[in-house]
Nanobody, 124 residues
């Protein structure tokens, strides 16, 4: 089992930055690809970014490329999402997810474990 806990969400103005953290319990973090998804109430959960077990492979949705950076520290069992130049359209609940695989995926069904989510609100 893997338990994931997100932190770092909050309310910011457009153009500002936030860094989300996802800390995992259990022994499988270093064996897992990690990802961030987000969801707006009433809409489907959507892929944001993913990183492979070693960090060699990284994926982003097009709208966040150049603004968001995903990373991980396997010594701390933690994944991060650095979000710069935030826009009101980035407002959502952000979820961390883990996949027991070397390589990342972009679909919700690719992931086995989920955190509870952290709210990110960007005002204009």
């Amino acid at each position: 089992q893997v338990q994931l806990v997100e932190s770092g969400g909050g309310l910011v103005q457009a153009g500002e930055s936030l860094r989300l953290s996802c800390t995992a319990s259990g022994r499988t973090f270093s064996s897992s690809a990690m990802a961030w998804f987000r969801q707006v109430s009433g809409k489907d959960r959507e892929f944001v970014a993913a990183i492979s077990r070693t960090g060699a492979a990284i994926l982003y949705r097009d709208s966040v490329k150049g603004r968001f950076t995903i990373s991980r520290d396997n010594t701390k069992n933690t994944a991060y999402l650095q979000m710069n130049s935030l826009e009101p359209g980035d407002t959502a609940v952000y979820f961390c997810a883990a996949r027991i695989s070397v390589n990342p995926g972009t679909a919700v069904l690719d992931y086995h474990y989920w955190g509870q989510g952290t709210q990110v609100t960007v005002s204009s």
